[in-house]
């Protein structure tokens, strides 16, 4: 018998389009999370409207109708109960949590970030990344800690930077890959093959022939490199 499907919830401040992709995945019932709600700090979030075609609750928990930003944490808490959730998917979920929420949750929440941490922690990630000319670039899902994007890594997609890049082209290709990393992602924590231990994230139950390529490698970026202009441009 299957182990039974772990009770996922994402939380959302806009657009939602990883939040699409893990509610995809989740559609098959083979896949090892069930997306169970959405939250959204932002009463217009499109992503709202989205989970809601797609057969999802969703929960609108403004910041402007609570006092206090741990008031703001702990309805955030409460809804999660609500839910039942036991793993919690930051997916452009753009408010710093508090301290006490995240320590709570820790071990149990995830995050996606549009860089290859720990460079670019933080915002404007696609335009830093071209300021300072790097050549490949990427996403990252990594446990959630108190600071900022600093969490133990789980899984990381690369993508080259082309010389003609500029922030939309540069920012659709991460976020392509954003949406095969992140279910991805959250399969393996899903099912158990990776859990935070101490500062660092403990991978079990890979094959040795498959690890290094599900893990480091999901092809997003073997799809579109061309490898020979990556090559030229990175002596
Ligand atoms: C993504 O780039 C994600 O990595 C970052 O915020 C953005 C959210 O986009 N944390 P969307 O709402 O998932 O479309």
Not at 202 to 231: I, K, N, W, Y
Request: glycine fraction near 8%; charge should be negative.
């Amino acid at each position: 018998m299957n182990a039974p499907r772990k009770r996922t919830v994402i939380l959302i401040s806009g657009r939602g389009s990883n939040m699409a992709a893990l509610i995809d995945a989740a559609a098959d019932p083979a896949f090892p999370a069930e997306i169970v709600g959405v939250i959204s700090d932002q009463p217009n979030a499109l992503g709202l409207g989205i989970a809601a075609s797609r057969g999802v609750a969703t929960k609108v928990i403004a910041r402007a109708d609570h006092a206090s930003k741990d008031a703001h944490d702990v309805a955030i808490d409460a809804a999660l109960a609500t839910f039942g959730a036991e793993i919690v998917a930051l997916a452009g979920y753009m408010r710093l949590l508090t301290t006490e929420f995240v320590e709570k949750w820790q071990g149990r929440m995830i995050n996606i970030h549009p860089a290859l941490l720990p460079s670019f922690k933080g915002l404007d990630t696609h335009g830093r990344a071209l300021d300072a000319g790097i050549r490949v670039h990427g996403c990252t899902v990594h446990f959630v800690t108190p600071a900022m994007d600093d969490g133990p890594i789980i899984a990381q997609a690369a993508v080259p930077v082309l010389i003609d890049d500029d922030e939309p082209t540069l920012s659709a290709r991460v976020l392509k890959a954003e949406h095969r990393l992140y279910p991805l992602a959250l399969r393996l924590f899903a099912e158990g093959k990776v859990r935070m231990d101490g500062n660092r994230t403990a991978f079990s139950g890979f094959a040795e022939t498959t690890s290094h390529d599900t893990v480091a490698a999901p092809s997003p970026a073997r799809e579109e490199v061309d490898l020979e202009q990556l090559a030229r441009i990175t002596p």
